[in-house]
C-alpha cells in the first residue's frame, strides 16, 4: 500500500514561486503532479520515474521543474514564474510500474492519491 501525502500549498503573488512537496510511503515507480479545477478534467502536470524521466505539460515547461530525493522518498514540485491561471489543487500520484512516457502524465494509470494541496495565485 501507498500513502502520499502533499504539503507546500498557499497564496502567492503572480510571478512567485512556491515548492510542493509529496511524502510517500511503500515502493513507487513513477509519481506525477497532477492538477484539478472544478468542473475540469485532472490535468497531469509534470512526472517522473525512477531512472529519472522526466515529462512536462506544456503551460508549465520552463516554469516548473519536478524531482525526487530517493533517500526521503520524497517528491518536490518547484514551481516558478507562477500565474493565476496556475490557481487550484494540486495533486501528487505514484505508480508502482514503469510506465512509456507518453502514459506518464495520464491520471488513469495512477493508482495512488494524496490529498491535495490548495495553489492560489493572485495578480
Known amino acids: 500500500q501507498v500513502q502520499l501525502v502533499e504539503s507546500g500549498g498557499g497564496s502567492v503573488q503572480a510571478r512567485g514561486s512556491l515548492r510542493l512537496s509529496c511524502a510517500a510511503s511503500?515502493?513507487?515507480?513513477?509519481l506525477g503532479w497532477f492538477r484539478q479545477a472544478p468542473g475540469k478534467e485532472r490535468e497531469g502536470v509534470a512526472a517522473i520515474d525512477s531512472i529519472g524521466s522526466t515529462t512536462y505539460a506544456d503551460s508549465v515547461k520552463g516554469r516548473f521543474t519536478i524531482s525526487k530525493d530517493n533517500a526521503k522518498n520524497t517528491l518536490y514540485l518547484q514551481m516558478n514564474s507562477l500565474k493565476p491561471e496556475d490557481t487550484t489543487m494540486y495533486y501528487c500520484?505514484?505508480?508502482?510500474?514503469?510506465?512509456?512516457?507518453?502514459?506518464?502524465?495520464?491520471?488513469?494509470?495512477?493508482?495512488?492519491w494524496g490529498q491535495g494541496t490548495q495553489v492560489t495565485v493572485s495578480s
Open positions: 511503500g515502493y513507487t515507480y513513477t
Open positions: 500520484a505514484a505508480c508502482p510500474s514503469r510506465v512509456p512516457k507518453a502514459l506518464m502524465r495520464h491520471p488513469g494509470v495512477f493508482g495512488y
